[in-house]
């Protein structure tokens, strides 16, 4: 079975319906690890030193956004027979309006440091040009309406997927390096989103087999942890082959993770995450930037990893509790929520079906 029948298998392979647990806490680790690795950096660059958190962040490196891409492919089988209006609407209109949205919101919080060194003409052009060159953190809601158009592209006329997969792995491997965010990140990355979605059913029976086989998941969990390890601190994480190897292997780790907590019964903080994955990647950049400041600048915690941890919650959790705020007042919901005149057609009525990792 591969991604591209028109289900997705579940437990005994029936059709996963609803939101599927260890997918949402697959989700929710992988945006604290993108927060993370923003916080941190951020950190570790106004302070001039490094912290301890650097080398978690160093050790995610090969699998942080391999394994997003892949997640963020894995229903897509259950859409890419969609006609094409509620196919663009769903995958390419829902994540432009967030782009432009937050896009704008960025730029009115950043306009005034920036005009102060380059002046507001610079701001403006800057602003234009990040339609064409995507901006700091958006640039991944920038890149998968691109990687869905082109995948449908690709489905509708017929093109193997074998074909489409070793070509995907050749530009992953290849030195790719144009300076534009949109090919550079495209190359990079397609290969995982497209695997993703190829292998669905794969990534399923996976995850299925790592909740029944407890130790072993957790035994082959240590041993990849090992070679990931050895080979990023090492300094052999970005060779050819082995950075694509790093990334799937990296990318599967995250999913036989993300069952095992699930089937431990720990997983509801990073399941929650999950689910409102695109709140905290819209709005984690202020109340990251505006916690790194605050400490820093009073020097009230003197350890740059302590600093840079409390940052990442920080991130994380503000957004989190703007969504509450909204949801309870009904204020501010356009932040988070595209409205009706944002969409190309009506939602049909509501059925329960399996959530994609939008």
């Not at 090919?183 to 669905?200: C, L, N, Q, T």
């Not at 350890?303 to 204020?331: C, H, K, M, N, Q």
């Amino acid at each position: 079975m591969t991604g591209r029948e028109t289900g997705i298998a579940g437990p005994s392979g029936r059709i996963a319906t609803g939101r599927i647990d260890w997918v949402d806490t697959a989700k929710g680790l992988c945006i604290i690890f993108v927060v993370m690795m923003h916080s941190t950096l951020g950190v570790e660059n106004a302070a001039g030193r490094e912290g301890w958190l650097g080398l978690v962040v160093e050790f995610a490196r090969p699998f942080r956004m391999p394994d997003f891409f892949m997640i963020s492919g894995l229903f897509l089988a259950l859409v890419i027979d969609r006609p094409w209006r509620r196919y663009l609407d769903r995958k390419v209109v829902h994540f432009a309006y967030f782009y432009v949205l937050w896009l704008t919101i960025q730029f009115a919080v950043k306009a005034p440091s920036m005009a102060a060194e380059t002046g507001w003409g610079s701001v403006v052009s800057d602003y234009l040009l990040a339609y064409v060159q995507p901006f700091g953190t958006l640039w991944f809601i920038y890149m998968l309406p691109v990687m869905f158009v082109i995948t449908k592209v690709l489905h509708d006329r017929g093109v193997p997927w074998q074909a489409v997969l070793a070509v995907a792995a050749v530009l992953q491997i290849a030195p790719i390096s144009t300076g534009s965010v949109l090919i550079d990140e495209f190359s990079s990355r397609y290969v995982y989103f497209y695997a993703g979605y190829i292998f669905a059913t794969r990534a399923f029976a996976l995850a299925d087999w790592a909740r029944q086989h407890l130790a072993l998941g957790v035994a082959g969990l240590i041993a990849w942890g090992v070679v990931n390890g050895l080979l990023v601190f090492n300094g052999l994480a970005d060779l050819p082959l082995v950075g694509l190897a790093l990334g799937t292997a990296g990318a599967l780790a995250v999913i036989v993770t993300s069952a095992l907590l699930t089937q431990a019964g720990i997983a509801a903080p990073f399941a929650h995450c999950g689910r409102q994955s695109i709140v905290i990647y819209l709005a984690f950049f202020f109340p990251m930037a505006v916690t790194r400041i605050v400490l820093l600048k009073t020097g009230l915690i003197p350890d740059v990893g302590t600093v840079s941890a409390i940052v990442t919650a920080a991130g994380v959790v503000a957004p989190l509790v703007l969504a509450w705020l909204i949801e309870r007042t009904g204020y501010g919901r356009f932040l988070f929520h595209r409205p009706a005149w944002a969409r190309l057609e009506r939602d049909p009525p509501r059925r329960p079906v399996a959530q994609a990792a939008e």
